[in-house]
C-alpha cells in the first residue's frame, strides 16, 4: 500500500505563533482604571446628589453603568445606553467622565452606589471592572410643625392638653421646646416612631396648659430643632381659639313709676368671648318684639361687654308684670334676669319698693323716731296733768288748815266761828257731831263724809277724808245731809 505524502503543517505552527503574538490592545486593557472616589455622601432630601466616577481610555468595548446595590437585588440608576434612567451625566458625551446627578433626592435614595464597567460578549454584557461603591445617606428635615388643641371650646379653669407633630425626618435626633408667651413650659410626652417608608421618622410631643380667663391674648409656641435645620422650626397656637369665658348678665330693674311714664330695663352682658351672643326679651314669658341687638364692644384684654335696653309704658295693666332678659352666649345654656314692674295708681312714685334705693330706710328711720318723741311727750303732758289735777284736789285741805285773813281788825283768836284743821281730829265714836255756827249773810262750808263707819278706837285724820267740797251758799244755810254712817263737820265763815 502506497503511502500519501504527508503534508506540512503549517497551518497548525501558525495558529501556534499567533497565539503567541499579544493582542491588539491587549497592553490598553491592562492599562484600564476605573475610579470612584466618594466613600460615603451625605445629602439633605430634596437636593441633588452628585456620585463621581471617572475611567481611562482604551478599555473594553461596553457600557459604563452605575448600579445601586449589589447583587439580584440591585438598581439600575445610568446606563451609557439607555436614556430612560434618572441618574444624569454631569459631563455630556465625555469618555471618561461619568459623574452622575440624581436631583431631588428622597429619604429612599440612601444606599450604596457602584460605578460599573462592562464589555460586549457573546451572552450579552459581562462585567469588566467596578468601583468602591459610595455610601448615600439621605438627611431629611423634619417637616413644618403643627399644634392642635381640643375640638371644643373650653372655660377658664380648665386643664387642656396640646400635641405638636412633626414628621419625614432623618436621622431620628430630634428636640421639642414649648413656649407660653415666650415662657418654656416643659412637656409631659415626646414620641418617635418610624415613618412609612423605614427612612424617615415621626415626633409628637404632648403639653398641658391651665387655661386662665386673660388668656385671649396668650399663645403657645412648638419649637422642632434638628440637625437639617440652619434655624427652628416653630408653630404658634393662639389660646383664644378654644377658650369660651361665659358672660356674667346684671339687670337693673327701675323703681315704682308713676302712671303712664316711660320705663327702661337694662340688660348688661358683660365680659364674654368669643364676641357671638343673642339677647332676647321676655314680659311674663312671651318673646317681646324689640329692636335689633346692639353690637358687643371689645375690652382692653380681649373681652367683649353688651348693653341692651327695653322700654315700655308704666300702665295700669302692666303693673306687676315681669320683664326677662334672657342671653345665649355660644349655644350654651340661656341665662336670665328677671325685674318687675310696679306702677303707682295715684301716678306718683312711692318708695316703699325694696328696688329703691337707701333713702326710703332713712325715711323709716327719721319716722320711727318722731313717733317715739311724740309718744314721750304725750305720756309726758298726762302725767303732768294728773299730778297737777291730785295738787287741785288737796288746795281746800290748805283754806281749812290755815283760816282766811279778812280785812277787818278781827283776828283768828278772837274770832270763835274760824275752824282749823285741829278742829277735824275729833273722836270717831261719836256719830252725830255737829258744830253750830251762826250763819251770816256769806257763809261757807265744808261737809266731810266718810266711805264707812268708823271703828270706836280710831280717830278721824285728814287722811280718812273721802271728799271735801266748799261751796259758797246764799245767804241761808246748806246743811249736809247726815246718815247713820258717816260723819260730817260743817264750818261756816263769817264774813264782815
Known sequence: MELLPRRPAWPLTCLVLLSLRPWPGANAQ????????????????????TLSCTVTTGGP??????LKGWGSGSETIYDQKDTSTWGKRAVDGSNTDFTILIRDVRPEDAGTYYCVKFQKAPTGDELYRRGNGTVVVVQARPSNPTVSGPSDRVEPGNTVSFICKSGGFFPSDIDVNWFKDKTPIQPQLRNVTPG????TYNMSSTVTVTLQKDDIHSELTCQVLHTTLTAPLTRSYHLSQILRVPPKVVMEPPGPMGLNETVSFTCD???????SVTVTWLENGKEMNTESTPQPTETSKGLFDLRSTVSVQAVLEKNGSVFACRVVHEGQDPLSRNATLLVAASGQKESNSPYTNGNSLFIYVAVGVVCTVLALLVIAILYLIRVKQS?????????????????????QDSDPNNMTYADLNFTKEKKNVQRVIEVSQQSEYACIQGSQA??????????????????????????????????YASVQIQRQ
Request: with cysteine.
Open 30 to 49: 491592562a492599562g484600564f482604571q476605573l475610579q470612584q472616589p466618594q466613600k460615603e455622601v451625605s445629602v439633605i432630601a430634596g437636593e441633588t446628589l
Open 391 to 411: 295738787k287741785g284736789k288737796s288746795s281746800p285741805s290748805a283754806r281749812l288748815h290755815e283760816p282766811e285773813k279778812s280785812s277787818g281788825t278781827t283776828t
Open 269 to 275: 352682658v358683660q365680659g364674654f368671648y368669643p364676641g
Open 196 to 199: 412609612p417608608s423605614n427612612f
Open 454 to 487: 268708823p271703828a270706836s278706837n280710831d280717830n278721824l285724820t285728814y287722811a280718812d277724808l273721802d271728799m271735801v267740797h266748799l261751796s259758797k251758799a246764799p245767804r241761808r244755810p246748806a246743811p249736809c245731809p247726815e246718815e247713820t254712817t258717816s260723819e
Open 61 to 66: 468595548n461596553g457600557p459604563v453603568k452605575w
